[in-house]
């Protein structure tokens, strides 16, 4: 079968509407939710082989992350999917008007490969709640997860329901050139170009879950050894594979030093001094990306790190000296290197950031509420935390996504059933009465009158 039979029978199986009622879809909900536990070993077993993911990091932030999602999803989707009744205006008046939220269709939802599960199955728990078919695009560079995925789809779902294409760019490409009814993509901000690209072609909306750099603000009032940790946390965890790692650190020059020492002993709590990939730390994804961090890593000063193994493709957490302009400061590092940059105004560092591409994430170490209230409204960023790195999006009831660079559209929770839906308004009327009062022959006085009522 081709690529176009496969997406047209997957259209046709949406207007057979077979996936459509509430039930079905709670159904396929409990079968993905099956799918992930009894294969949860497997899971494992694929990303040891993919990025050294020590199970630790998998459970807590690929398999639970799902399987929560699933939960909130089968709890919520009845309430969610609920035909609205909503107010009327006088101009419709009588009337009763309503919402409906509909499925889109087809949809594409084409995964990275540093959650391969995790950012694969997100937005399809969205899309399969909403009531759409689904073509599932997983990335090529976590192999042995997308073959595992491909397996595990074929045998639980229909593929006129779920289908799964393996492949890279090509795979992608091709299927760019389909009608679908909306792109969801999770990748770098250069090929979510490519895809709002295409996707404008038959005018398909998109959702486009990018990267970018985002930044941990330290202030001159934080407490160090909290901030110190939770920053490693965020940025040692997949070895600062993930797109809301904090990117670099910009704190205040009065900080510095006592960070400096608080980074050297939270890394020897953290790890003594003894990374293990696949049991406490990830290796770096492939070589081509091995090399352009250590060459990174060659471009600055390291203060504390910077000791690498090709051969496990193992890069140790890295503090490094760093500038604005510095190389480092130019693109999404997406590695375990961290930058540390110093400030000593509040103005000059929300300056700096609203300089820079507005990054998906953005965190904030501080107690000072006008600080805190300065940053949130004045630069743009996709969301964050304050005090802490990461786990706001662990939270169902905040809508993850960019802005600008970092991408469009948000996700998880109510906010993945809204993203794969369009909302259809309709309104009723019955037959009597039918006043003749805006049919032609217009009438002045009737004119006259509608003025004195309505101005
Ligand atoms: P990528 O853009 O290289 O690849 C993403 C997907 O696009 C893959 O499935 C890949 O096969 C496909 N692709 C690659 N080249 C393509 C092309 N020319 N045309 C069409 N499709 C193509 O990104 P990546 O390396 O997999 O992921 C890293 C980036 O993703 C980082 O920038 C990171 O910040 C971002 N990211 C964002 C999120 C998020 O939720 N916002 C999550 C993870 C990663």
Redesign the pocket.
């Known amino acids: 079968m081709t690529l176009s039979q496969q997406i047209a029978n997957q259209k046709s199986s949406f207007f057979k509407g077979i996936n459509r009622p509430l039930s079905t879809r709670m159904k396929h909900l409990s079968t993905l939710r099956e799918l992930v536990q009894d294969n949860e070993s497997l899971f494992y077993e694929a990303l040891q082989k993919d990025l050294g993911k020590p199970e630790f990091e998998v459970y807590t932030t690929e398999i639970i992350t799902v399987l929560n999602e699933i939960d909130v999803h089968l709890k919520n989707v009845k309430q969610w999917a609920k035909v609205r009744a909503t107010g009327n205006s006088y101009f419709t008046f009588p009337s009763k008007s309503k919402i409906y939220s509909q499925p889109l269709g087809v949809v594409l939802i084409?995964?990275?490969?540093?959650?391969p599960i995790h950012?694969t199955l997100m937005p399809l728990i969205g899309a399969i709640s909403a009531g759409n078919t689904i073509a599932l695009?997983?990335?090529?560079?976590a192999p042995n997860t997308s073959s595992l995925l491909a397996k595990l789809f074929r045998y639980y779902f229909e593929p006129d329901f779920i289908s799964v294409h393996e492949?890279?760019?090509d795979?992608?490409?091709k299927l760019?050139k389909e009608p679908f009814d909306k792109i969801f993509?999770?990748?770098?901000?250069?090929?979510?170009k490519?895809?709002m690209k295409?996707a404008a072609e038959h005018l398909t909306p998109v959702t486009l879950?990018?990267?970018?750099k985002s930044p941990a603000i330290i202030h001159k009032d934080a407490d160090i050894t909290v901030s110190s940790n939770r920053i490693w946390w965020g940025k040692t965890l997949n070895a600062g594979?993930?797109?809301?790692a904090p990117d670099f650190v910009a704190i205040h020059e009065s900080k510095k030093a006592e960070f400096i020492e608080e980074s050297k002993k939270t890394l020897l709590n953290f790890f003594n001094n003894d990374y293990i990939i696949g049991s406490n730390y990830t290796q770096i994804v492939n070589t081509s990306h091995y090399e352009r961090l250590t060459h990174l890593l060659q471009t600055g000063k390291i203060i504390a790190g910077g000791n690498t193994d090709p051969d496990t493709r193992f890069i140790e957490p890295t503090l490094m000296e760093a500038e604005w302009d510095d190389f480092i400061m130019q693109e999404?590092i997406?590695g375990p290197l961290l930058p540390l940059i110093t400030f000593s105004k509040p103005e000059e560092v929300m300056q700096k950031l609203q300089d820079m591409p507005s990054p998906?994430a953005l965190y904030l170490f501080t107690e000072d509420e006008q600080f805190q209230k300065d940053i949130i409204t004045h630069v743009p960023f996709?969301g964050g935390c304050v005090n802490e790195t990461v786990s706001y999006l662990a939270n169902h009831h905040l809508p993850?996504?960019?802005v600008g660079k970092?991408?469009m559209g948000s996700y998880h929770g109510k906010y993945s059933f809204d993203t794969f839906s369009r909302e259809q308004s309709i309104l009723y009327k019955s037959y009597w009465p039918d006043p003749d009062l805006r049919y032609p022959p217009y009438d002045d006085k009737i004119i006259t009158w509608f003025k004195r009522l309505f101005s």
């Open positions: 084409i995964g990275a490969w540093n959650y950012l695009k997983p990335s090529e560079l492949g890279g760019a795979t992608s490409t760019l993509f999770t990748g770098s901000t250069h090929v979510g490519i895809v295409a879950e990018l990267g970018g594979q993930t797109c809301v999404e997406f998906l996709g993850f996504g960019g970092s991408g």
